[in-house]
C-alpha cells in the first residue's frame, strides 16, 4: 500500500475528552501529511476547553502509547485515543 497524502484518522474520545469534544468518536479527514504533534494542534483550536484537556491527555495510536509531541506521519485508517486523566477508584 502506498502512502497517500489523504488520510482518514479514527479519533476515539473518553471521559473529559469526550465531554469536550461533545462526542465519543469522530472521523478526521487530513488533506495532507498529519502527525499526532499536528493533531494535537488542530484538536486544541476547537476551544478552550478542548485545548485544557487535549494538553494533560495521553494518547494511544492504534493502541499503543505515543508520545503527544510524536512527529511520526498517522496513516489512512489510524485510530487515536484520547485519554485524559482519570479520577476515582
Do not use: C, K, W
Request: glycine content about 10%; overall charge negative.
Amino acid at each position: 500500500m502506498t502512502a497517500s497524502a489523504h488520510a482518514v484518522i479514527e479519533l476515539r474520545y473518553f471521559a473529559a475528552a469526550a465531554q469536550a469534544a461533545g462526542r465519543a468518536e469522530e472521523r478526521l479527514e487530513a488533506a495532507g501529511p498529519l502527525t499526532l504533534a499536528g493533531l494535537r494542534e488542530q484538536l486544541a483550536g476547537r476551544g478552550v476547553e478542548m485545548a485544557r484537556i487535549i494538553s494533560i491527555s495521553t494518547f494511544l495510536v492504534n493502541g499503543l502509547s505515543t508520545p503527544a509531541d510524536s512527529l511520526a506521519p498517522l496513516a489512512d485508517g489510524d485510530r487515536v485515543d484520547v485519554l485524559p486523566p482519570f479520577a476515582g477508584g
